[in-house]
T-cell receptor
């Protein structure tokens, strides 16, 4: 049981390049989330999904797109990376009844945009 | 909009002390509240999950209390150890987890 797996773990991009971060969970969770963590800002929700084929905006969605084509995977895309997107990105997942079971987090992706 | 405040922002204590970490939140309509630990450069590890109907939850040397009506939660760490050094985050759940900026704890021998 791997839990929540994020790939890659580290990446350096040049301004304007694109990339996709992958989050995979093997717990049959319905809900999945993408957060970014910046010094002094805490974790902020970018986008989330309440089920296969659904996505919704969080607090800081601009500059990102997401897709949930399969229940176990949640992809975060940067179409044209900017230095302001330098951050650590965390994926999380939960059952739809997150009221009872809480959230599980991945180990993060450290992204630097130069 | 949920806002979460954690006090103190940083704490440095000698080994063996009993600690209190505070978390306050503005929207009391929560389903539950989760406390996490984050080591430098690492992900989040769930420590305790308190349901809105509960007053407290315990795991080993950790005890978390919840006063939903006043928008407060407290994490107690008994007999602190150097291995407890980390950042502690609280996150009330109102459909989405909203995080505070955490308390950075250092326990020295």
């Amino acid at each position: 049981n791997a839990g929540v797996t994020q790939t890659p773990k580290f990446r350096v991009l040049k301004t304007g390049q694109s990339m996709t971060l992958l989050c995979a969970q093997d717990m049959n969770h319905e809900y999945m989330y993408w957060y970014r963590q910046d010094p002094g800002m805490g974790l902020r929700l970018i986008h989330y999904s309440v089920g296969e084929g659904t996505t919704a905006k969080g607090e800081v969605p601009d500059g990102y797109n997401v897709s949930r084509l399969k229940k176990q995977n949640f992809l975060l895309g940067l179409e044209s990376a900017a230095p302001s997107q330098t951050s650590v990105y965390f994926c999380a997942s939960s059952y739809s009844i997150a009221k009872i079971y809480g959230y599980t987090f991945g180990s993060g992706t450290r992204l630097t945009v130069v | 909009k949920q806002e979460v405040t954690q006090i103190p922002a940083a704490l440095s204590v000698p080994e063996g002390e009993n600690l209190v970490l505070n978390c306050s939140f503005t929207d009391s309509a929560i389903y539950n509240l989760q406390w996490f630990r984050q080591d430098p450069g690492k992900g989040l590890t769930s420590l305790l999950l308190i349901q809105s109907s509960q007053r407290e939850q315990t795991s080993g040397r950790l005890n978390a209390s919840l006063d939903k009506s006043s928008g407060r939660s407290t994490l107690y760490i008994a007999a602190s150890q150097p291995g407890d050094s980390a950042t502690y985050l609280c996150a009330p759940n109102t459909d989405k987890l909203i995080f505070g900026t955490g308390t950075r704890l250092q326990v020295f021998p």
